[in-house]
């Protein structure tokens, strides 16, 4: 069974430390050799209610810390509105390093490995990711997000879009047949090792830059980034199943809703339906015919 934790809050930092908790004894801290990377969700350097609040960050540090861990690399490359210096100034990011022995790093200027995504006609197209991303103990938290390409932004897409230098970024097909491929197979070659949802204060309608604030007041956990979008898709009224990343990981990896062990509240009870993207009808088309040919093309 694959754990993900689900608290109810009305504060950032209490609800995902107690998300946290709920699933401390799944969450293996790796060896002092391999950095920790905690990657927040900053789309927008301008936007605050597009970022990850910084006490969900400070939440997830103080729980490693007490696992173990020294050191941290709090990493991000945001796509608009500034660079990710500027952000981590604005929005507060950069006072943890009073309390923490915290590296802060733009990702968008960091060294590179190679990555294989899917072009808008579904073919193989490479691009570069941030070293420090590929190499680390990954740890995505993110703010709970309607989307306008993949229905919705979570820990998932988080990681893997946020890890793409943005000089790269551009080469990242949004037609929504090649996003949602391309999410899942970055999802398979390097997931997030824990993945925490803020959910305390939601951005719905036109997000992950341009929507409104809604009080869903949750906060989700778990080792399994997979699972943990699950859940939290459902905690926004969605049908996760809908949701084509989501859909192509789990028949990849021959998981059901079965497998996943919600623990803290009734899921059933947390649901707060979010307001769709204007164009989501649209992005429902991401259905692709011999889907798993389409894939194997760009995995081998």
Known sequence: MLNVSLVKGRDSYSAVR???ELVRDDVKVPPTSKPVLIKPNIVSGTVELAATPVAAVRAVLDFLQ???VRKFILGEGTAEGGGTMEAFQRFGYISLKDDYDLEVVDLNQDETVEAVVFGADLKPVTLRIARTVADSYRVSVARMKTHDTVIVTLAIKNMAVGSIVHRDRR???HAFPAMNFSLAKMNMERPPDLSVIDGVVGMEGRGPVSGTAVSSGVALAGVDSTAVDVVGARAMGYDPSRIGYLYYLMDMR?????????LGENPGGCVISYKHHP???SQLKWQVDDWRGVYASAAQ
């Open 66 to 68: 007490e696992l173990g």
């Open 18 to 20: 107690r998300a946290l």
């Open 279 to 281: 164009t989501y009808e």
């Open 171 to 173: 080469r990242l097909s």
């Open 254 to 262: 021959g998981l059901s809703p079965q497998d996943i062990h919600v």
